[in-house]
């Protein structure tokens, strides 16, 4: 069995990577990390994984964490993760980070959206970012895999087909995000005014208008699909969700294009792929049909009249945006199959 840790397992992102790791035929939950919680037992915290674990929450020690673990997830704030990462890396353990301190390629994008200069540049040199349906063969021999963010990957798998087949131009891209409260991610379970009950109930609200970190990411992707730079103009949004992720991007075409075609263009992109399922024309994706899965549900629909293509895509933030799409990363990493731990289907309702 292979060991494996979680550290900074208290929040939303940690929980379901533990949720997912306990029940996984192939691994043994060695070592859960939390400095808020250490001392605590597992099941006592999360009341929802009794009789699966007994751990009890220590504090972060990377040495610890090389001693008793062969691959770490990290839940870690960013500027935590790559604290980390060296120290993991030099005993030889592999490395899935759920964190955004590894997937901008340049350190000098690292330090403009997140306000900070990465202290791990060989880190992020070999660090090959998680996404399966773009980097499958770059994860199987990696050590070190940087876990998509979930806008970024609600996005990218939206519009990739498009701007890699060129049918899409990469001028006037424009991304709306709309995501349950916890996609607060690996700092989830936190006070906020803005994820109280009172605040997020019968209410939608969109938050780092032109500012969200999760743009660089899918600028550096969307552009390597289509050999140049671009720009996108994203806009998140928190829905009173708990989990859910709903993606729309518009995106001009090169030369009229059916809906027929724009479809059959998904279809061959993603084929063979094990989560994404694109959908049949006139079918539309929807949050409550992949909450607490790995899937993606995604469509594309032309509008002749703007000569744009509307692009929808629908996950579960803390599934294929993130940990669940982290257990994909770890079956591609051990050479195992990719629906591993990961069959269970959406729970509905």
Not at 173 to 200: C, F, H, N, W
Not at 239 to 249: D, E, H, S
Request: net charge neutral.
């Amino acid at each position: 069995m292979l060991r494996v840790a979680v550290a900074g397992a208290s929040g939303y992102m940690g929980a379901e990577a533990l949720r997912l790791l306990c029940v996984h035929p192939k691994l043994q939950l060695a070592v859960v990390t939390s400095e808020r919680l250490a001392g605590e037992r597992l099941d006592k915290v999360f009341p929802h994984l009794r009789g699966l674990s007994s751990l009890v929450f220590s504090d972060l020690d990377p040495g610890r964490l090389s001693d008793e673990a062969d691959l770490v997830f990290l839940a870690l704030p960013h500027m935590e993760s790559q604290r980390a990462v060296p120290a993991l890396r030099k005993q030889g353990r592999k490395v899935i980070d759920l964190s955004a301190d590894y997937r901008l390629r340049d350190g000098s994008l690292y330090a403009t959206w997140y306000k900070a200069a990465h202290i791990d540049a060989a880190g992020l040199d070999e660090a090959v970012y998680g996404m399966p349906e773009l980097h499958r063969k770059g994860i199987s021999g990696a050590s070190l895999v940087a876990n998509p963010g979930c806008y970024a990957m609600g996005s990218i798998l939206a519009t990739a087909p498009l701007l890699k087949s060129g049918i899409g131009r990469v001028d006037g891209i424009v991304i709306d995000g709309k995501s349950g409260v916890t996609g607060a991610g690996a700092q989830g379970r936190k006070i906020d005014p803005m994820y109280l009950y009172t605040e997020a109930n019968e209410n939608v609200q969109a938050y780092a208008i032109a500012s969200h970190r999760h743009t660089a990411e899918i600028e550096q992707e969307l552009g390597a699909l289509a050999g140049t730079p671009l720009r996108v103009a994203f806009t998140p949004h928190l829905v009173p969700l708990n989990r859910g992720l709903f993606t729309t991007a518009s995106v001009a075409l090169t030369s009229a294009v059916a809906t027929a075609r724009l479809l059959d263009v998904y279809r061959e992109f993603y084929a063979g792929e094990p989560f994404v399922r694109v959908l049949d024309e006139g079918e539309r994706p929807a949050t409550r049909a992949v909450v607490g899965s790995n899937y993606c549900d995604v469509t594309v629909v032309a509008d002749p009249r703007t000569n744009r293509a509307v692009c929808v895509s629908a996950i579960d933030n803390l599934g294929k945006g993130g940990a669940a799409n982290g257990v994909q990363n770890l079956n591609i990493m051990f050479g195992w199959g990719e629906r591993t731990g990961l069959e269970a289907p959406p729970v509905y309702p």
